[in-house]
């Protein structure tokens, strides 16, 4: 468990840092504002556990919050690190890991720091949820090819900028149905699929896959589907063998 400066640039918005810090609490409550978080792990999961094998691999996971999706890949036998720049985040993915018992090496820091201690170390990296929140996207997945060994794969997760996602995730979870904390979204900040594409080939990764991540609120359960203008899941690997 390492603390280090949290970035060796600027690529946080304090104010997101601090919007999510301060529902830290309620984290791990199935029912509270991450309800809809819980019932998309599974399916993030799933998409994770298909593409690559978790048993025994170095994981890191970029902007794990306080880690839901750590732990339920430390539970597949993952080796995982998981970074995050909220202070809050970090404590209570701690204090939950000495309760469930799961180990998880948490770390206050951002991947541009840990790309200049641990290039080549990982074999998969995960970054969901996350992109959308940082001013430039383009280095945070810079920085996890850098972290990748050849072979390695980067698993991604975001919202398209398209009008049905402005519907369906601003609109209606935050001011209709009420399912996020109004303000979580900004669409704006939203990623086309094309705008992913391009940042994964300006950092020498191949995207293999992309698929549509459905959350359905009256069933509280989310699943993999085709259709990708809403949420949607890219899986990319780096060049080279995995040893």
């Given at each position: ?156 997760s975001t919202l398209n900028r398209t009008p049905a996602a402005f519907a369906l995730a601003i609109v209606g979870a935050e001011y209709v149905a009420r399912i996020l904390p109004k303000g979580t979204h900004q669409y704006r900040d939203f ?53």
């Amino acid at each position: 468990m390492t603390d280090r400066n949290m970035s060796t640039n600027d690529n946080f918005s304090q104010a997101e840092l601090d919007k999510f810090g301060a529902l830290a609490q309620r984290w791990w409550d199935p029912e509270g504002p991450q309800k809809a978080l819980h019932a998309l792990n599974p399916a993030r999961l799933g998409y994770v556990a298909a593409r690559t094998p978790l048993k025994g691999a170095r994981v890191l996971d970029v902007g794990c919050g306080a880690g839901l999706l750590s732990e339920a890949m430390a539970g597949e036998g993952a080796q995982v690190t998981a970074l995050d720049l909220a202070p809050e985040l970090v404590k209570v993915a701690r204090l939950h890991g000495l309760e469930s018992g799961v180990k998880v090496d948490y770390r206050l820091q951002s991947v541009e720091s840990l790309a200049v201690e641990m290039p080549g170390r990982f074999d998969a990296i995960t970054c969901m949820e996350m992109l959308e929140h940082v001013p430039d996207p383009g280095a945070i997945i810079r920085a996890c090819a850098t972290l990748l060994k050849p072979g390695g794969r980067l698993f991604l997760s975001t919202l398209n900028r398209t009008p049905a996602a402005f519907a369906l995730a601003i609109v209606g979870a935050e001011y209709v149905a009420r399912i996020l904390p109004k303000g979580t979204h900004q669409y704006r900040d939203f990623i086309k699929p094309s705008e992913m594409g391009a940042w994964l080939r300006a950092a020498g990764l191949q995207l293999e896959d992309v698929s549509g991540l459905m959350y359905e609120p009256w069933r509280n359960n989310a699943r993999i589907v085709s259709r990708t203008d809403v949420n949607y899941l890219a899986c990319a690997v780096k060049a080279g063998n995995a040893e």
